[in-house]
């Protein structure tokens, strides 16, 4: 059987527990590549200060701040969109730990076959922490 190639767009991150108690410093990974990180920023449910967002619109390029939604610095509407043209690919959330290695949060095989859900919200509970990750996958 040929492979059916896909298009995976992110469209949402939401922080309803962090882990550490200054946020998280989440990153998604796409068959092994960042595909986003939240970089100097951290995710966390309590918006104590500037630094922290507790949740993302990736189609839309803004974080959600103590101070209301905010444009992401650099974006292009192409930026959470990925072409794949394996059968599957392999959609990880993780935290970045410096120095017990990062944590996995939590993983899904992206298939051709999920076009036919719609979008699609996985929660992930690991490690003290809960979010929710949102994507759509189209042919």
């Known amino acids: 059987m040929a492979t059916r190639p896909f298009t ?16 998280d410093e989440i990153y998604v990974h796409v068959d092994g590549r960042t595909l986003w990180s939240v970089g100097t ?24 701040t103590r101070n209301g939604w905010q444009a992401m610095h650099t974006f292009e509407g192409d930026d959470f969109r990925i072409q794949v043209t394996a059968d599957y690919a392999h959609l990880q959330l993780r935290e ?20 036919e859900r719609g979008k699609i919200q996985l929660a ?16």
């Open 96 to 115: 970045r730990d410096m120095l017990l290695g990062d944590d996995l949060l939590g993983e899904a095989v992206v298939t051709a076959a999920d076009a």
């Open 124 to 139: 992930f509970t690991a490690e003290g922490a809960h979010y929710t990750l949102t994507y759509e996958v189209t042919v």
């Open 41 to 64: 920023l951290r995710m966390s449910d309590r918006l104590n200060d500037d630094e922290q967002i507790d949740e993302v619109d990736f189609v839309h390029g803004q974080l959600h």
């Open 8 to 23: 995976l767009q992110l469209v949402s991150l939401r922080c309803l527990t962090a882990q550490e108690n200054d946020g």
